[in-house]
């Protein structure tokens, strides 16, 4: 059973920072490209990120080039997102996602 479980969001002001990390279990991780996707309060899913099976491609939305950034460990088979210069519309609840299973989330809200 694929089972994803993401971690580390929290409250921050702006400007401040987080690291997410998702803990992958069920399937080869090193075999699959991974993604992170966000919910914002009454909007619909958001792609953010997505690294390739090697870390040799990785791609952002364009809010977040600059601010995040998205790696993987395969020996511990995780997931993260650094998250740095956080604004306030980068609240939401954030899930990782391997095809189509998607973690619980970890929710990031950022205040001024």
């Known amino acids: 059973e694929v089972r994803l479980v993401e971690s580390g969001g929290g409250s921050v002001y702006s400007g401040g920072s987080l690291r997410l990390s998702c803990a992958a279990s069920g399937f080869t991780f090193s075999d699959y490209p991974l993604s992170w996707l966000r919910q914002a309060p009454g909007k619909g899913v958001e792609w953010v990120s997505t690294?390739?099976?090697?870390?040799?491609?990785?791609q952002y939305t364009d809010s977040v080039k600059g601010r995040f950034t998205i790696s993987r460990d395969d020996a511990k088979s995780t997931v993260y997102l650094q998250l740095n210069d956080l604004k306030i519309e980068d609240t939401a609840m954030y899930y990782c996602e391997k095809e189509t299973v998607r973690g619980q989330g970890t929710q990031v809200t950022v205040s001024s």
């Open positions: 690294i390739s099976r090697d870390g040799g491609i990785i």
